[in-house]
């Protein structure tokens, strides 16, 4: 069964990860790089920052919260159990993985850290924020994110829904926590 899935995934990786051209690299290169997106962040923070005045220090420190622990749960507690390797490094597709910049990251790629990054934030802030336009938005954004991972070269499909399956369980349990610590900080303090 194992067999039958890791070959499914490799044929759906090598037709996607075929769908290459010099633009799209650029492209791709872009949209996977963290300090790409540091401007939306910053309007995010900053739209928190400008509704919530001092309430918002709970909410970055959630927000900080989900994405270390994506990360490090997607490291720790998978990529150095399963240790899976990257498409990048499997030597029997090194001949044919279209990488950029020959750049292929770290040796295992199960889970996709960035799936997982996107994701769980994804999930937090469309709960946290409760707007349909949003919600579409930050979803389209952690699957163009994790698709382009796929792109690159680095990670197979199932990498990154791995990724995006365990963001979404740390973001829908972090802000079950946010919601229960934020309620009890405002008794606390006396704020409604």
């Known amino acids: 069964m194992l067999e039958f899935l890791n070959n499914i995934d490799t044929n759906i990786f090598i037709f996607l990860n075929g769908i290459n051209s010099p633009f799209w690299d650029k492209i791709m290169w872009w949209i996977s790089g963290s300090k790409s997106w540091i401007p939306m962040y910053a309007v995010i923070v900053a739209y928190i920052v400008y509704k919530q005045r001092w309430k918002s220090i709970i909410s970055l420190i959630f927000i900080a919260l989900v994405v270390t622990l994506a990360d490090q749960i997607s490291v720790q507690a998978f990529k150095e159990v399963f240790q899976r390797l990257r498409p990048c490094h499997n030597p029997a597709l090194q001949d044919i993985v279209h990488i950029v910049r020959n750049k292929c990251g770290g ?26 336009h949003f919600s579409w938005f930050i979803f389209i954004w952690a699957t163009i994110v994790s698709y382009s991972r796929i792109y690159l070269g680095v990670h197979y499909p199932f990498d990154v829904l791995g990724g995006a399956a365990l963001g979404g369980v740390i973001g829908l349990l972090t802000y079950i926590l946010y919601t229960y610590t934020s309620k009890k900080t405002l008794e606390k303090f006396g704020a409604k």
């Open 107 to 132: 040796q295992y790629g199960f889970v996709s850290s960035h799936a997982a990054n996107t994701f769980a934030v994804a999930f937090f802030l469309s709960k946290f924020f409760k707007n349909r």
